[in-house]
């Protein structure tokens, strides 16, 4: 069973979704986001969920899976519904109690929900078309030019490169752990929240200090293979933007403008 | 000029504190290029500390060590000599940096700032050296540690490795597994004249080797060929070491008499000598 865990949520295929530059996708995500925010108007938001929905068809992705993605969060979305209902004054609908439904509640209350899916859907979307390990290094190298303010771009492109390395082999030891323990007749399945809070303790505790002995170790094989930070390093797999990405660019920013002339119209 | 020299070598731990530990006391040896040198020695005799001078990852306190004429307490050469000696550690675990198994060979080569298509190159070429290309887009997780450690040593040959150290490597490993990384380890020995240092508490490890270094407490206590080291049998075992079972048994039978040679290290040579003596 911890053979084959999964990192994140990336769904593997070949579609252009999954082809494009992830720099690229980071960006066109950001600005789509925006536009999200900017253009709130119905026709613009029924061009938004026809073009996400495009986007989740080309992608191969299921579309049931991606709306998983929106479960989490299904109890914000409808609370921010409801609480809109009542909170705009306008044309009545009905009461309840001594609360009105406005008809400006209802559309300003859907226009919001919408919002709230679009960024989620669109996000996750990201996220199940590009592997973690591309998502890091497009991370870094988005974030590179900041290195002059300060910000460690490479330090934390190298730190998430290397959780998503223990990550399996972490669980699996907590695996280990659990059994160990179990075995000795701990029990971290019955009684009160509480008393099993406490159970956790016997197996917090050995991860942890394995953990800190495994970031030794690591520490001390990066050294032995000349590791000394980012300056100077160079990388495999470079990142080069092909006629894909100049495409889908180009594409959308013709989309972009379509949209803001139909809401600025 | 010897490829690694070491002279009265000596590392004390928490130096001035209370926990002061000596665990080298000068320690001198030379090992030649292309050379196969198996150290042995009880839990705490100051193997791993030795090892971890020869790449610069610890510095003597006293004595100096020179790896190709290089000094590892100069800050500026001490890059230049993790490149030439590679180090594989005892936890496969614990020396992956990356999650896929190409990038994590192309560790080394990315730190010393290759072109990308060299990388590339360096890369396709560990992977190779120790047959695990077909494993290239593996994540580590799903390797046996046989075939981590043979991930670890495409890491260091990536770097153009001339020596590579194996720090109890195999002490984790089941028994196919130690036979994957020795069997790796001795072809890459023979086919590109890489000089090998085996840490180990595997006798038949050490049998392989073309000389042994004995260490106890801190000090290196001798140092000759496998059969000259295993000839004294009741003195490895004074020093908590155990012999190879056939160096044993023959030891037990001149014991007892029988006219033996000298140089019986694995079951096969026991068989042959036997076999020439008594059968034909």
Redo the contacts between chains.
Sequence with gaps: ML?NIMIGQYFPGDSFLHRMDARVKILLLLILLMEVFVFTSAPVYSALIVLTLALILFSGVPLRMVLRSLKPLWWIILFTFVLHLFSHPGKELCRVWQFAITQEGVAQGTLISVRLMLLIVLSTLLTFTTS??KLTDALESLLSPFKKVGLPAHELAMMM??A??FI??LI?ETDKIMKAQQSRGADFVTGSVLSRLKNMVPILVPLFLSAF??AD??A?????????GGA???????MKLARLDYISLVVFAVLSLGLGVGFYR | MSFIEAENLTHVYGQGSEQEFTALQGVSFHIEAGEFVAILGANGSGKSTLARHL?G?LLPTSGVCRVAGMDTRKPQEV?QI??QV??V?Q?P????????V??DV???????????AK??AQ?KMALQAVGMEEFRKF????LSGGQKQRV?IA??LA?DTKCLILDEATAMLDPQGRREVMDTVERLHQQRGLTLLCITHFMDEAARADRVLVMEHGRLVQQGPPAEIFADAPKLHRLGLAVPLAVEIAWHLRQGGMQLPKDILTNDDLVAALEARYVH
């Design positions: 053979n973690p390990l490169t290397i998503l390395r399996p082999t699996s002995r495994r170790d690591l001390m094989a990066m050294e032995a293979r000349c590791y000394r100077g390093r160079t990388r495999m797999k470079e | 790449n990852l890059w993790r490149r590679g180090m550690f936890n675990d614990n020396q992956l940096i990356a999650g896929v190409e990038d192309a560790f080394g080569p990315e730190n010393l700032g290759m072109e990308p990388i590339r890369v994540a580590p997780h799903l670890a890491g260091a770097m």
